[in-house]
C-alpha cells in the first residue's frame, strides 16, 4: 500500500518555538504538497514541492517555510510559531499527473 | 468566492438511505477529486475521474464535463459512512487542488 506518513498527530507547542512537521512518502512521487486545514475556510494550501530542492508558494505561506532536501521527505517549518498557526496540517503527494495521497494529519496547537 | 461549490454544507440521514452530495465548479478542469475525510483528520482519497461515472462498493461518482458539476452517491447508506466529504479539482491551468467546503455527513442508526 502507498503511504504518506506524518510524523506526529498531536503536536502543542509554545509561542515563538520553532516547529518542524514532518512528511514522508514512499512512492516516489515528485510532488508534494502542505495545507493547513481550518474551520469555515477549507483546505488551503501553505507550499508545494515538484521536485528535490524545489519549492513554490501556495496560498498562504506567510510564517512558513518548507525543505525538501530528498524526495521521499517535505518539512513544514513555522519559524516562530504563533498562536493563529494553531490548525490541523495535512500533508500530501501525487506522481507526475493525478493520484493524491493524502496523509492522516497533524493537529498543531501552539500556546 | 469559492470556485468549487458543494452541497448540502450539512446532510443527516437514516441509515440505508441513498445520499447525493453535489459539486459544481467554474471552469474547466484536468481532474476532479472526491474525498473523505474521518473525525480525527486523515483524508483518504476515494474517486479521481475527468469524465463519466466510477463505482466502488457502495460509492458512485458522475462527472458531467459540459454542466461542470459531479455528484457522489452513496447506496445503502451505514452509520460509518458519517464523515465529511470534500470535492476538489485541478484546474487545466496548474496542478493544484482547489477544494470545496465540504459536506458533513452523518448517518444514523
Known amino acids: 500500500d502507498v503511504k504518506v506518513t506524518q510524523s506526529s498527530r498531536y503536536l502543542v507547542k509554545r509561542t515563538g518555538e520553532k516547529v518542524f512537521l514532518e512528511c514522508v512518502q514512499d512512492?516516489?512521487?515528485?510532488?508534494m504538497f502542505w495545507y493547513r486545514q481550518d474551520p469555515g475556510l477549507g483546505l488551503r494550501l501553505i507550499y508545494f514541492?515538484?521536485?528535490?530542492?524545489?519549492?513554490e508558494k501556495g496560498d498562504i505561506p506567510e510564517g512558513y517555510s518548507v525543505s525538501r532536501e530528498k524526495k521521499e521527505r517535505f518539512s513544514l517549518i513555522l519559524e516562530s510559531a504563533s498562536t493563529n498557526q494553531t490548525s490541523m496540517y495535512l500533508c500530501a503527494s501525487r506522481p507526475a499527473i493525478y493520484g493524491y495521497t493524502f496523509g492522516s494529519g497533524t493537529r498543531l496547537t501552539v500556546v | 468566492k469559492n470556485e468549487v461549490e458543494q452541497s448540502p454544507q450539512n446532510l443527516t440521514a437514516q441509515e440505508g438511505e441513498f445520499i447525493t452530495i453535489n459539486c459544481s465548479y467554474s471552469?474547466?478542469?484536468?481532474?476532479l477529486h472526491w474525498l473523505q475525510q474521518h473525525p480525527g483528520g486523515g483524508i483518504v482519497s476515494l474517486f479521481m475521474?475527468?469524465?463519466g461515472k466510477k463505482k466502488h462498493g457502495r460509492l458512485i461518482a458522475t462527472i458531467n464535463i459540459q454542466e461542470k458539476h459531479s455528484s457522489l452517491h452513496i447506496t445503502a447508506s451505514h452509520p460509518r459512512d458519517s464523515a465529511v466529504y470534500i470535492c476538489?479539482?485541478?484546474?487545466?491551468?496548474?496542478?493544484?487542488?482547489?477544494f470545496g467546503e465540504g459536506t458533513q455527513l452523518t448517518v444514523n442508526p
Open positions: 471552469v474547466g478542469i484536468s481532474a
Open positions: 514541492s515538484y521536485d528535490v530542492k524545489m519549492k
Open positions: 512512492m516516489d512521487h515528485e510532488n
Open positions: 476538489a479539482v485541478t484546474w487545466t491551468s496548474g496542478s493544484r487542488l482547489t
Open positions: 475521474l475527468s469524465s
